[in-house]
């Protein structure tokens, strides 16, 4: 599903560019917990967001905000890594290992520090601040682009899977997948967030949840292990083209917000 740092990222932006209230990101915040605390990973991300460092007191979403306003933040970009695939993390270090793990980071590549959410407990959600060495933007992938690659990919994996015999129909399918949507929490986005963005994170929830119930059609773990494993890779492109679309329309979101900003001063 779509991840907390592409709600920060988002709202964060809309409300640095005065399109909307600080309360706004709050709330859209609890979506994923109904609390949020905020620590700093290393003295000089402690000391520029003026945030205790991991381990003591934690200071909240609020101070969060007022920091990133202070320090003249207007965007953030978000980065969706896997093993083996960390590009706009900045290379290698704590922020890398963190956003891998978690799979989700924030980025603020003017200001040159990352922020990483993890669970931490029943209804908590933290956010880690890293400062970072020199982060290098996420090569630019249009929207367009990133639906040609949606479809492409269902081909791709639709006819690999068909080759391996292990995508037979199932009954109640379109009743499970229904459940699988239900069953995410239900995202809110700012106003202004472009139309065509918002039709491609759709689709890409779609595709994640027909992942999700590929993913689980192995019966009493009836596969082999070879079996599982080359279902596995055929559907790799499609999880790619799904992380794929996921940062392209969150950063496009990022993008028009700014514009606006710099639009109205």
């Known amino acids: 599903m779509c991840r907390p740092s ?6 964060s932006s809309a409300w640095l560019n005065g399109t909307a209230a600080s309360d706004d990101v709050l709330d859209a915040l609890q979506d994923w917990a109904e609390a949020h605390d905020v620590v700093a990973a290393d003295p ?57 793990r978690c799979g989700e980071a924030v980025v603020l590549t003017a200001l040159g520090f990352g922020l990483v959410p993890e669970p931490i407990a029943e ?6 601040v890293y400062s970072l060495g020199t982060p290098t933007p996420l090569e630019y992938q249009s929207l367009a682009e990133a639906e040609h690659g949606l479809t492409d990919a269902i081909r ?39 139309a065509r ?3 491609v994170l759709q689709r890409a929830e779609e ?8 993913r689980s059609d192995d019966p009493g773990g009836a596969l082999s292990a070879s079996a599982a494993s080359r279902r596995a890779e055929a559907l790799r492109p499609l999880v790619d083209a799904v992380r794929t679309a996921r940062t ?7 993008r028009v917000f700014s ?7």
């Open 6 to 11: 592409a709600t920060l990222a988002v709202w």
């Open 44 to 100: 000089a991300a402690a000391d520029a967001f003026d945030l205790p460092l991991a381990f003591h007191r934690a200071a909240t979403p609020v101070q969060l905000l007022l920091a990133l306003r202070g320090q003249g933040a207007t965007s953030a970009q978000l980065v969706l890594p896997v093993a083996g695939d960390v590009r706009g993390l900045g290379g290698a270090g704590p922020f890398a290992d963190a956003a891998v």
């Open 248 to 254: 392209a329309s969150v950063n496009e979101a990022v």
């Open 156 to 194: 791709a994996s639709a006819g690999a899977l068909q080759a391996l015999d292990v995508a037979s129909d199932r009954p109640g399918v379109r009743a499970e997948l229904s459940a699988h949507l239900r069953a995410r929490p239900r995202i809110e986005w700012p106003a202004g967030m472009p």
């Open 259 to 265: 514009d606006q900003g710099d639009r109205h001063p």
């Open 207 to 214: 595709i994640s949840a027909i992942l999700a119930i590929a």
């Open 123 to 128: 209804g908590l959600m933290r956010w880690t």
């Open 197 to 199: 963005a918002l039709r």
